[in-house]
């Protein structure tokens, strides 16, 4: 049974900066891609960053409304899965989800940024920025 934890949500002030924790179990983490999304009140989940496998190249992607500002990452010791946030602005408010997904979406013609391609997801940590 798949299982995704996230955690470190919270509030913050505008520049500040949170690191976001999602702990997985009941697969091989290793072998899995793996996201981050973010759903801002009244508006579509978007993807933020995803990270290839272990075994595949480890490649990160980012969307542009975030790119230089988070950094993806993962432990596979310990089956988590992180995003630090940076300089965090009113607009990052949202709850923030993980997910994941066996194959990468890129190997079928997929984007990495797109919800449906992933099959597993977290319950979510809201994120608030004033």
């Known amino acids: 049974h798949v299982q995704l934890v996230e955690s470190g949500g919270g509030s913050v002030q505008a520049g500040g900066s949170l690191r976001l924790s999602c702990a997985a179990s009941?697969?091989?983490?290793?072998?899995?891609?793996m996201a981050w999304f973010r759903q801002a009140p009244g508006k579509e989940r978007e993807g933020l960053a995803a990270?290839?496998?272990?075994?595949?190249?480890?490649?990160?992607y980012y969307a542009d409304s975030v790119k230089g500002r988070v950094i993806i990452s993962r432990d596979n010791a310990k089956n988590t899965l992180y995003l630090q946030m940076n300089s965090l602005k009113p607009e990052d408010t949202g709850t923030y989800y993980c997910?994941?997904?066996?194959?990468?979406?890129?190997?079928?013609?997929?984007?990495?940024?797109?919800?449906?391609?992933?099959?597993?997801w977290g319950q979510g940590t809201q994120v608030t920025v004033s």
């Open positions: 997910a994941a997904v066996s194959k990468p979406p890129w190997w079928n013609g997929g984007s990495w940024y797109d919800e449906r391609e992933y099959t597993h």
């Open positions: 009941g697969y091989t983490y290793s072998s899995y891609c």
């Open positions: 990270i290839n496998s272990g075994g595949g190249d480890g490649r990160t």
